[in-house]
């Protein structure tokens, strides 16, 4: 059984709210931006915030420190632009520095889009960029994680094998890790929906980049089909990957304890999200 929770918005009041939120669900894990994921600019973290956060982490709840940050959508490794590299790598050390600040032990990364540039140019690009970034921060303890894609458009991350390079051309290997998204795997081409598919898909995920990278789940069900590289998140069952699919993946002994958050469609009321975590434990039963 993973540790299930969902991305928290921190809306009223940053980062804290998150973790208040994630309480009120009784969520055993957390996702969070801890800034605006749509602009490059970040509000410094006040004193009060960063004393709110940790002691949200170290409250008496289920969450238990599982606490996940999701970086900017505008950062991009593999951008062939100079400037625009640049720039994404000093908001990438922003990001960094804001989760060591409030001791978050993740940070999930969309490793970026070659842009017509070509895949190879543009894991290279990821691996370097990577590697400054890391380097600039010598005793961060904020892991980043690599999300898998779903292969839209010139993304990098959308098969294993691109995942595997850019692990591999990353030096300090402690400090990065995998964010496995149940709905970009799926429309890149990987299946889970039968336990064959399923086992076939953790057996080459673990052969060509190994099961022990994968720190974070995202769970998402896919609007559109197995293949389709379109990136639409469905509640839980109610898409392509169905019911059976996340049985196979809740039921696997060997992901006990890691992470997994939703990132499906929100409420106000949290009802959707307790509609599908609710799901999702009925099927780990
Ligand atoms: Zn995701
Ligand atoms: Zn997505």
């Not at 931006?33 to 973290?45: H, V």
């Not at 052969?207 to 974070?216: K, M, T």
């Not at 896919?222 to 998140?233: T, Y």
Request: aromatic share 4%.
């Amino acid at each position: 059984m993973l540790a299930l929770g969902s991305h928290m918005s921190t809306s009223g009041g940053g980062p804290p709210r998150a973790l208040e939120r994630a309480a009120e669900l009784g969520l055993e894990s957390c996702q969070l931006f801890t800034k605006s994921e749509r602009q490059w600019a970040a509000k410094p973290l006040t004193d009060e915030q960063i004393t709110a956060f940790h002691r949200g982490l170290t409250a008496d709840t289920r969450l238990n420190r599982r606490v996940v940050a999701h970086d900017s959508y505008l950062i991009n490794m593999a951008s062939p632009d100079d400037d625009l590299r640049a720039k994404s790598q000093a908001a990438l050390l922003v990001e960094l520095q804001r989760c060591d600040t409030l001791e978050i032990p993740y940070l999930v990364s969309h490793p970026g889009a070659h842009v017509g540039s070509g895949p190879e140019a543009g894991i290279a690009r990821i691996i370097e960029s990577v590697n400054q970034v890391l380097a600039a921060r010598p005793d961060g303890t904020t892991m980043l994680l690599l999300e898998t894609t779903a292969g839209q458009g010139t993304t990098l991350g959308k098969t294993f094998e691109e995942i595997a390079e850019m692990i591999d051309g990353i030096e300090d290997k402690a400090r990065v890790g995998v964010c496995f998204d149940t709905c970009h795997t799926f429309v890149a081409g990987y299946d889970i929906r039968t336990p064959e598919t399923y086992a076939e898909t953790m057996r080459q995920f673990d052969e060509i980049v190994g099961l022990d990278q994968i720190r974070v789940f995202h769970l998402n069900d896919a609007k559109f089909g197995l293949g389709s590289n379109k990136d639409r998140h469905e509640h839980i069952g109610e898409g392509e990957i169905g019911l059976e699919g996340f049985r196979n993946l809740m039921t696997d002994p060997r992901m006990t304890g890691r992470m997994g958050v939703l990132e499906t469609e929100k409420d106000t009321t949290g009802d959707l999200d307790r509609k599908n975590l609710a799901t999702l434990r009925s099927l780990s039963a």
